[in-house]
């Protein structure tokens, strides 16, 4: 049976869709034939908005992590003979101080199932029972529906499908690269894994969005719309949380 078909799901993806379709019918008058797009636009806004405290919460962590990086590295050299021992030490700091080292991957774990459902709405065309009428719409004449890879594959790839998904994917190239520069850390290649773990993952978000832009190429361009708009406001709302919440000085 497929996963989208099952009670719980379908209901779930046919209140996305009548929510779709709500918003876009209330952006008409001021986005006539691109409500649809800018729909998804608006949805990525309130879910990136939702996430806030989230972010926070990654900031302070990360600050966290910046602040216990000299009693890491204390541990290190008294426990660097006794790995079991220098393991259970680190998660016993982390654990007193109440952070961790995989804090940062909250915000994309937590937005994962609303990508999951923005690409189920332009993939399928029925949804609950009842015609898709949100694979008709178009984003200046590039069927929302519609994907880069799928376009050069069916023939049907036009300048304007070219034109669109360059300055998606131009986007998400420029804020990766972008991130990767303003949040880059200095990384003590003598450390453990243990200590490694959260400078890993401030550098495996940056890494991540360049891999975003692979994936924008697969997925309809209202997934790819969605995806644009949540890096280039996750690197925003990172470069306002990092004055809030700096590092320690290293």
Request: proline share 6%.
């Amino acid at each position: 049976m497929d996963l989208f078909t099952f009670p719980p799901i379908a209901a779930l993806l046919d209140g996305a869709y009548t929510f779709l379709l709500w918003l876009a019918a209330l952006l008409e008058p001021v986005a006539g034939s691109a409500a649809a797009a800018a729909s998804v636009i608006l949805l990525t806004v309130l879910v990136r908005v939702a996430l806030v405290p989230v972010g926070v919460a990654q900031a302070k962590a990360e600050q966290m992590r910046s602040r216990l990086a000299p009693r890491l590295r204390e541990l290190q050299r008294r426990h660097r003979r006794d790995p079991e021992r220098l393991q259970s030490e680190t998660m016993k700091l982390y654990a007193d101080e109440n952070a961790s080292p995989l804090a940062g991957c909250l915000p994309m774990l937590a937005q994962a199932p609303v990508v999951g459902i923005v690409y189920a709405l332009f993939l399928h065309t029925s949804i609950a029972g009842h015609a898709n009428t949100l694979l008709t719409e178009q984003l200046l004449g590039v069927p929302l529906g519609a994907s880069l890879v799928g376009a050069i594959a069916g023939g049907t790839a036009t300048a304007a499908t070219w034109g669109v998904f360059a300055g998606v994917l131009v986007l998400i190239v420029v804020v990766a690269e972008l991130t990767r520069r303003a949040f880059r850390l200095p990384v003590d290649r003598s450390a453990d894994a243990s200590s490694l773990a959260g400078a890993g993952v401030a550098r495996l978000a940056g890494a991540l969005q360049f891999t975003t832009a692979v994936v924008a190429v697969f997925v309809p361009l209202a997934a790819a719309l969605y995806l644009a708009v949540t890096v280039a406001w996750t690197f925003a709302q990172r470069l306002l949380l990092r004055r809030r919440y700096p590092l320690a000085p290293t």
